[in-house]
């Protein structure tokens, strides 16, 4: 038997939000979060970051300011397993950075054909790249959602 459950929260269609680790999982892990926050770029900030980690909260999120591209090199063709269960290629690449106050965190990138990278900030410690990275291109069937939703039902206007 496993020592730990896991709570999800989903949205209405099926994307997870969240999920919420019982409690013998953190004390055994102190790198172990309590749940995981995934949100766009607009929320950037290493001092919530930070605030966040301290309460054992991790983020996962677009990098703001990314810097240079990453040598190509560094991308390996990987599975990416998406959260209705599909598995897709991506090229993906990870290191680790010091934000500008200091917090370590974790970066993946993904390398698109065209030679764009997009930057993903993460202080999850625990999970594989490849689920990070799910997890930050899931927000994108939300954003969908809500702007149809906006669009043909006026939701939020």
Same mark, same amino acid.
């Given at each position: 038997?496993?020592? =730990?459950?896991?709570?999800?929260?989903?949205?209405?269609?099926?994307?997870?939000?969240?999920?919420?680790?019982?409690?013998?999982?953190?004390?055994? !892990?102190?790198?172990?979060?309590?749940?995981?926050?995934?949100?766009?770029?607009?929320?950037? @900030?290493?001092?919530?970051?930070?605030?966040?980690? #301290?309460?054992?909260? *991790?983020?996962?999120?677009?990098?703001?300011?990314?810097?240079?591209? $990453?040598? #190509?090199?560094?991308? +390996?063709?990987?599975?990416?397993?998406?959260?209705?269960? &599909? /598995?897709? &290629?991506?090229?993906?690449?990870?290191?680790? =950075?010091?934000? @500008? !106050?200091?917090? $370590? /965190?974790?970066?993946?990138?993904?390398? @698109?054909?065209?030679?764009?990278? =997009?930057?993903?900030?993460? =202080?999850?410690?625990? *999970?594989?790249?490849?689920?990070? *990275? #799910? +997890?930050?291109? #899931?927000? $994108? +069937?939300?954003?969908?959602?809500?702007?149809?939703?906006?669009?043909?039902?006026?939701?939020?206007?």
């Amino acid at each position: 038997m496993r020592a =730990t459950t896991d709570y999800w929260i989903h949205a209405m269609d099926g994307q997870p939000f969240f999920y919420v680790n019982k409690q013998k999982r953190m004390e055994d !892990n102190p790198r172990q979060h309590r749940f995981t926050l995934v949100f766009d770029r607009e929320a950037y @900030s290493p001092e919530l970051f930070a605030e966040m980690h #301290a309460k054992r909260i *991790a983020v996962v999120t677009y990098h703001k300011y990314p810097g240079e591209d $990453w040598p #190509a090199e560094e991308f +390996s063709e990987r599975k990416v397993e998406l959260g209705g269960g &599909g /598995v897709v &290629g991506m090229k993906l690449a990870e290191r680790g =950075t010091r934000l @500008s !106050n200091g917090l $370590w /965190v974790r970066q993946v990138r993904k390398l @698109s054909p065209g030679g764009k990278q =997009t930057a993903i900030l993460s =202080t999850d410690y625990e *999970a594989d790249y490849t689920r990070l *990275a #799910a +997890s930050m291109f #899931a927000r $994108w +069937s939300q954003e969908n959602f809500f702007k149809y939703m906006q669009e043909h039902y006026g939701l939020g206007v």
